[in-house]
């Protein structure tokens, strides 16, 4: 049973900082591509990251290019988000997925989400 279990959300100011990690189990998670997702209240979910099974491709939606980084532990079975210079729009839950293919679109897995609000 694949499990993804994402942790670090919270409260934060605008400006600030917040790391987001996601424990995977119950797959093979070097063969994995890993993705975060969000969605803010009232909107549909949007892509924010992926990163490729090997860690050497990443890719960013826009708006969150230059402020949040992508990267993974295959031996710990673990992918982070790194958010710095956070702005109010960043308010969001945040969805942790993996799939066999690198891309923005299709996930199979995903975990429960952890809450990012960021204060102006």
């Known amino acids: 049973q694949v499990q993804l279990v994402e942790s670090g959300g919270g409260l934060v100011q605008a400006g600030g900082s917040l790391r987001l990690s996601c424990a995977a189990s119950?797959?093979?998670?070097?063969?994995?591509?890993m993705g975060w997702f969000r969605q803010a209240p009232g909107k549909e979910r949007e892509f924010v990251a992926a990163?490729?099974?090997?860690?050497?491709?990443?890719d960013y939606t826009d708006s969150v290019k230059g402020r949040f980084t992508i990267s993974r532990d295959n031996a710990k079975n673990t992918v982070s988000l790194q958010m710095n210079g956070l702005k109010p729009e960043d308010t969001a839950v945040y969805y942790c997925?993996?799939?066999?293919?690198?891309?923005?679109?299709?996930?199979?897995?995903w975990g429960q989400g952890t809450q990012v609000t960021v204060s102006s």
């Open positions: 997925a993996a799939d066999l293919t690198y891309g923005r679109r299709k996930y199979d897995y």
């Open positions: 119950g797959l093979t998670f070097s063969n994995y591509a």
């Open positions: 990163i490729s099974w090997g860690g050497r491709r990443t």
